[in-house]
């Protein structure tokens, strides 16, 4: 497991709540602030004018990009055009990373996540994330899910979160008669809706998904996508995905990004699939590129 992977958990023992580090009332969210009260309705996250630098090379170029809550939001596009890149900007992964940079703003709720006041951490809980490759604690499948629920101090009611988010996940009759034995000893596509389990158990508002089923075979990709489309009822789901009909099948928007970093189109999926308005777009998506 890398250091990236580890962030979003380890980074979780910090026992503050609040979005800021200081006096949540100066423009920060609390945990306990009433939720999608702040922005235009349904956009939960919000970019303009960002631009994302390592060293010397631009990643991503003045985004534009409204993301509609309780939706599911595809980022598609060929390798190395910018698309993960965004998604980690989104809950600041990419602060781990000593030569990035990122200029113009970003918005959760209506705060920009690179105010100086702003806990990555806090950020953190609000915003979960899932990776490419599945990635449970060498823990039993109980302690996996309760993991943050522990180190943020949420333990009342545990059993029924644990159970709760398992179901979720579309994992608890699977395992609900092996909870203490090792998460490692799960087949992929199970580890992969572990980690999905653990993610909502500290009750997120956003789910940014890299890549979360290119690792799997079609049986374990398919229950993915189901559930992907599941936990959009309750929350706002980011994927990144190299495979167009993935996005096809499974988003209710898809943004395309092309090389050197553009974020050329964002539309209804349909719209984008059967009807893009740039012709580069449409060249990606039939093939002449990409």
Known sequence: MTTEDMATETEADD???????????KGGLSENDDRGTVMAADTIVESRDLDVFYGETQALQNIDLAIPENQVTAM???????KSTFLRCINRMNDLIDICRVDGELTFNGKNVYDEDVDPVALRRRIGMVFQHPNPFPKSIYDNVAYGLRTQDKTENMDAVIE????????WDEVKDQLDK????????????????RAIAVDPEVILMDEPASALDPIATS????LIEELAEEYTVVIVTHNMQQAARISDKTAVFLTGGELVEFDDTDKIFENPESQRVEDYITGKFG
């Not at 026992?15 to 009332?25: A, C, E």
């Not at 709760?164 to 994992?171: F, G, Q, T």
């Not at 229950?223 to 189901?226: R, V």
């Open 223 to 226: 229950k993915i996508e189901d």
């Open 182 to 197: 090792s998460a490692l000893n799960l087949s992929g596509g199970q580890q992969q809706r572990l980690c999905i389990a």
């Open 164 to 171: 709760e988010s398992l179901k979720k996940a579309a994992l």
């Open 76 to 82: 598609i596009g060929p390798s190395g055009c910018g």
């Open 15 to 25: 026992d503050t709540d609040s979005l800021v580090t200081s006096d949540p009332g």
